[in-house]
């Protein structure tokens, strides 16, 4: 379950999870991620075109900027922010 942090920034486009519950199975499936990246370039690949999309979609600050003024425009109950 991603509660906060890095896991709800990672999809399956742009990464690989890993759902540890303990260090030792973290370093274990880390280990078993990045093998998987190491053997197959085209998913390599694949992740890295879904991770510039995703962040280009996601994190600019025009798409910022529209998401936090949605936010305050709901906070204040209105519609625009022009007089």
């Known amino acids: 379950m991603d509660l906060a942090g ?7 486009e742009c990464g690989i999870k890993v759902p540890a519950r303990s260090p030792r199975e973290a ?5 078993q991620a990045l093998e998987t990246l190491h053997k197959d370039r ?4 694949k992740m890295g075109r879904g991770g ?3 962040a280009e ?16 425009r709901e906070a204040l ?3 625009s922010c022009e007089a």
């Open 6 to 12: 890095p896991g709800l920034h990672i999809t399956p």
């Open 27 to 31: 370093i274990e499936l880390m280990g």
């Open 42 to 45: 085209d998913l390599r690949l």
């Open 52 to 54: 510039r999309l995703r």
């Open 57 to 72: 979609q996601t994190y600019s600050w025009v798409h910022l900027g529209e998401r936090l003024l949605k936010i305050y």
């Open 77 to 79: 109950g209105t519609r």
